[in-house]
């Protein structure tokens, strides 16, 4: 594999891609930036998804109604998310958020 190539002030095409779509830059606009084709965006976006660990299917409502939510943070949808979820299992809150074994523990 290539060594990583500085780009945009990042260390790599993958880190500057990351840090562009943490600021809700749309994919056409970060290809733009970086130099390359919007196919080749998409393929490295998703080799470097595929470092990150395993992937969850979110409805198009559940991506609607997070949306003002990541907006007002500045983060994309994925990262509001990811933050969401993170915080649950770190917290041991998930027995609070679902309330779905009342009496049963």
Excluded: C
């Excluded at 290809?31 to 390359?36: C, D, H, R």
């Excluded at 919007?38 to 997070?66: P, W």
């Amino acid at each position: 594999m290539a060594a990583p190539v500085p780009t945009l002030g990042f260390p790599s095409k993958s880190a500057a891609i990351e840090a562009m779509k943490a600021a809700n830059m749309p994919p056409k606009e970060i290809a733009a930036a970086i130099g390359i084709s919007l196919r080749n965006y998409y393929r490295l976006e998703a080799y470097t998804r595929k470092g990150r660990g395993r992937q969850i299917v979110l409805s198009r409502d559940m991506m609607d109604a997070a949306a003002p939510h990541a907006k007002v943070r500045n983060i994309s949808v994925h990262e509001l998310m990811r933050q969401i979820l993170e915080t649950v299992l770190e917290e041991g809150m998930v027995d609070n958020v679902l309330d779905d074994l009342a009496g049963e523990q």
